[in-house]
């Protein structure tokens, strides 16, 4: 890409980040409200979650909305402006893209699942209304 291009979508982000972030702000869903049994017991479910992110990118925005819609406490890792996150993303999943959630399960095997809503069915199906199966 032409150093011209780079510097006008860099701009543009620059510009934009913030009225992303604040527009989220102004409209964060309200999360689910379990009994506090259910709630802690999904709280350690989630233990092992974390979520590569970049703070203004809009994929990751809806998927960080999912979370926040479905009272998730997963941890969350700028892979923008945090380089130990960027190169934990990148030496795990193999590449830089963004939203990825990285699942560790019981044995300590890690999965990266890329792609927003591919994300999002996952936390739908693990965590939303309808139980796991």
């Known amino acids: ?13 620059v510009v934009l980040g913030p009225f992303v972030l604040l527009g ?9 409200v379990r009994p ?7 709280d350690a ?10 703070p203004t990118c809009p994929f ?4 960080r909305r999912t979370i926040r819609r479905l009272s998730l406490k997963i941890e969350t890792c700028d892979a923008k402006n945090d380089p130990a996150h960027r190169a934990a993303l990148i030496a795990g ?10 699942i560790t ?4 095997e890690q999965t990266w699942l890329y792609d927003s809503n591919a ?15």
């Open 45 to 54: 479910r989630t233990q092992h979650l974390a979520l590569y992110h970049f």
């Open 60 to 63: 990751c925005l809806k998927t």
């Open 36 to 42: 506090p049994a259910e709630q802690q017991a999904i």
């Open 1 to 13: 890409m032409k150093p011209v291009i780079r510097m006008f979508f860099k701009t543009v982000r």
């Open 24 to 32: 989220d702000r102004l409209i964060r869903p309200k999360g689910i």
């Open 119 to 133: 994300v999002i069915a996952y936390l739908d199906r693990e965590f939303g209304d309808t139980p796991a199966a």
């Open 93 to 102: 999943g193999g590449k830089p893209q963004v939203p990825c959630l990285r």
């Open 105 to 108: 399960d019981a044995n300590g």
